[in-house]
């Protein structure tokens, strides 16, 4: 491992089982449905308030609102009640708790953590910095999400995280999101659907005649009207155009806007997956600050989707850590894990670090935040400790001395180090240096969780100058770290 000073803040993330959010808990069977419902319906309006009560009891003091959400769970089933009778309030919540059941987020493991500043700075001290900490949870089944914490780094360095709550809450999806037609007209030609589907015929494919009548932004309603139109026109429906219009509400879901209230804590803002696409996870969620050449401040992170099966890179967009818009990213490009997106244009184009080969370092260019292609490779493996593969540990930071990477490699027994490597400012195509020995190896405790042998990051930050670098042990628990960045610098061009 690098001699390079390390300082290892007394700062550990733990999981924490008592963080639970409520999911519903729906079987598939519709007859398994109609008999838990049925069950429900055989009670006496007294039973019914005493076993509500019962509930509310035992799980009142672990959500916010815990009504609110029984009674939007009730919602997804109440096409099953068999009954023309009206239902008590009372008994549609109770119906409601019998298909939800509580899922602790963070039971597994938190880790794979990014850092950037707070976009709000008010009342910091002098030499200050309020910042972001991002953080993969995973619980059962090993399902992943976003979480967040907020802390302080103060002008001497020390880092302190703000408190913990107890609660955590899930934002509202917004129901009607508003797309770009350009965006989605390029993602539906790489999907296979910019050609007619009947072959022989030259005449308008169904995927433009659904897109024609929407207009350069629409909304998931008006999006509905015209797949519905279609369909209309089309009847009956071939399997083909029955394929297509599945693949276009697939790309509409997979595309979405969440909002939390302005009331919650840092620590109580949970991103949970909602798209197909996501099923099986959020993953290791790199945010960067990205500031346009007019001044403008945006968030972005580019992060894992996956389904089980699949992985799909996807961008997230926030100004204010309350309202994101997440999105499929568009072009050849979009493969693999590990998209990191440079903190400003160069040249006048975006910059992206990207790992397309499972194997080697790419970087790639584009106008567009949301399409990419033509990556080219800047590092291969070069050193034992990341012969098997490199990759990136988040954005890239800017320095004096040209673009500081922070990396990760792979080497024998799959053991995970982080590295680093620069690269000139004005083209970071070319490799100004690339430390020979890891700046961080798993030792001792660090070696032993769920994935043993792992140290990764997904970003880090420059505080004066001392490089700010937040990273997780094993796929368990997370810490931090700090690294002068002169001597960091030095032994990366020495």
Sequence with gaps: MSHLPILRHEVEL?????????????????????????????????????????VRGEFDGRHFDIDAVLQSHFAKVSRHVF?????????????????????????????NPSIVPHPDQDGVPEGGLRFILSLRATGEGH?????????MIAADGQITLDPVSRFVTVPEIIPNP?????????????????????????????????????????????????????LQETRPASRKLSGMLECIQWLADSNYELLFSEKLAMSERIIFPVSPNETN????????????????????????????????PQLIETEDFLHFRV???????????????????????????????DENLFIMFSYSPHYWNNPQIILRPAEMWESVKIGNC???????????????????????CIGAALLDLEDPTKVIG?????????????????????????GSLLHGRTLVLPFAVSDRASTIISVPLDDLLAALKA
């Design 281 to 312: 996870g959020i993953e290791d969620a790199r945010f960067v600050r990205f500031t346009e050449d007019d001044g403008a401040v945006k968030y972005y992170a580019t992060y894992t989707a996956y389904n089980g099966q699949a992985i799909l």
């Design 394 to 416: 988040g954005s890239p930071i800017e320095t004096e001395e040209g673009w500081l990477v922070i990396t990760h490699g792979v080497g024998p027994m799959r053991k995970y």
């Design 143 to 151: 399902i992943s999400s976003i979480e967040f914490r907020s802390g």
């Design 434 to 458: 690339r430390l020979k020995e890891p700046l961080l190896a798993p030792e001792g405790e660090e070696r032993e969780g769920y994935v043993p042998n792992v140290v990764y990051s997904c």
């Design 178 to 230: 508003v797309y770009n037609k350009e965006r989605f007209i390029i993602k539906l030609a790489e999907m296979g659907f910019e050609e007619g589907l009947d072959s022989g015929e030259r005449r308008l494919s169904h995927a433009t005649a659904v897109m024609a009548p929407l207009g350069e932004c629409f909304t998931r309603s008006e999006l509905n009207a015209s797949v519905a139109g279609v």
């Design 327 to 357: 999105l499929t990213l568009n072009g050849s490009a979009v493969q693999n894990k590990g998209m990191a997106l440079f903190p400003r244009r160069i040249g006048g184009r975006y910059a992206m670090l990207s790992r397309q080969d």
């Design 83 to 111: 009954t023309q009778r009206p239902l008590s309030p009372q008994r549609e919540l109770l119906i409601g708790a019998l298909f939800s059941g509580e899922y602790a987020l963070e039971s597994a493991a938190i880790f």
């Design 14 to 54: 733990l999981p924490e089982s008592a963080r639970v959010i409520i999911r519903p808990f729906i079987p598939a069977e519709d007859r398994r449905i109609t008999a838990i419902i049925g069950r429900a319906l055989a009670l006496d309006e007294d039973e019914v308030h005493a076993e509500l009560a019962a």
